[in-house]
């Protein structure tokens, strides 16, 4: 029903979804205005499936924008982003690209799980309707498959016992996992990370990030953008630092903290560890 829509690329995006393989993440010459203002500005990078990436940068500089576009909540104005082969927003036919209809984004974004800083859980329902809401009514689970495939992730977080609690009674740090699990029931082929810690009481980060250094170390492909240094450190495959929408250098922890190529890397990282 969608109407076909001029490629987004330059060049052919048959092209594009041909070069990306499965369970990747392939952003490619993205920009992006609101208005007047460039938000990104030709960003590429790669994510290969199985691989951790952390993205740092100053505030304003882009960083959610870009999860958010590659969890189809952003419609870029030129480039392409691709999760696991697909092209985000649109549908290829032939050589042809049609916008994809609401229906069928909805349908798409299950393959993109996020955490955002603030959790953002049903206050209204327990933990355990959190986690099986969504895999019945998109994945279409049996309520008692949903029901044990939550129990089993609530587990895997620590969090056996509070099924039949409510968001209210928990922890920052609990509902923080809950969230964790409730993208986990959806299973993504890539979970994004917003800042997954920033709202959180100091001494509840730590019980955070070793649920998130789990999935990395299980080889779920993981886009954390963060400003714990210390855990970039530890589980990231690639470093990504971005600034004024546009990504200045890339590379593995070791070079990036030890030796950044930019000097505005360095300087953020002098303000920041
Ligand atoms: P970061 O996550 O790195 O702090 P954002 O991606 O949130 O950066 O924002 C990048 C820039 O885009 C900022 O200047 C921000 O004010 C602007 N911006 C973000 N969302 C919107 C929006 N919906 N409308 C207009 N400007 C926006
Ligand atoms: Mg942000």
């Known amino acids: 029903s969608a109407a076909p829509v001029v490629p987004i690329a330059s060049g052919a995006p048959s092209w594009a979804a041909h070069r990306v393989s499965r369970g990747e993440v392939s952003v490619h010459g993205v920009t992006k205005h609101y208005g007047l203002l460039r938000v990104l500005d030709d960003v590429s990078l790669t ?7 952390v993205i740092l940068g100053p505030s304003g500089s882009g960083k959610s924008t870009l999860l958010r576009s590659i969890n ?5 104005d030129r480039g392409f982003i691709a999760v696991d082969g697909e092209l ?3 549908r290829q036919q032939g050589d042809t690209l049609y916008e994809l209809a609401e ?3 909805l349908h798409r974004r299950v393959d993109v799980g996020m955490v955002f800083q603030n959790f953002n859980l049903f206050p209204h329902l327990t933990v355990l309707e959190n986690l099986v809401e969504a895999p019945i009514a998109v994945r279409g689970l049996k ?3 949903a029901e044990a495939q939550a129990r089993e992730l609530l587990a895997r977080v ?7 609690s409510y968001p209210r009674q928990l922890s920052g740090g609990q509902q923080q996992r809950v969230a964790i699990a409730r993208a986990l029931a959806l299973k993504p082929k890539v979970l994004l990370f917003d800042e997954p810690t920033s709202a959180l009481d100091p001494e509840l980060v730590g019980e955070v990030l070793d649920v998130i250094k789990e999935l990395a170390r299980s080889g779920t492909t993981l886009v954390i953008v963060t400003h714990e ?3 970039a450190r530890e589980v990231a495959d690639t470093v990504v630092f971005m600034e004024s929408g546009r990504i200045l250098e890339s590379g593995s922890p070791e070079q990036v903290f030890s030796a950044p190529r930019h000097p505005r890397t360095a300087a953020f990282l002098d303000k920041v560890l």
């Open 47 to 53: 994510v290969p499936a199985g691989a951790v990436t």
């Open 72 to 76: 189809h909540l952003e419609r870029v």
């Open 88 to 90: 985000i927003g649109y």
């Open 103 to 105: 229906t069928e984004v």
């Open 143 to 145: 309520r008692e498959e």
């Open 158 to 164: 620590g969090l056996a016992d509070k099924a039949a």
């Open 229 to 231: 240094i210390g855990f």
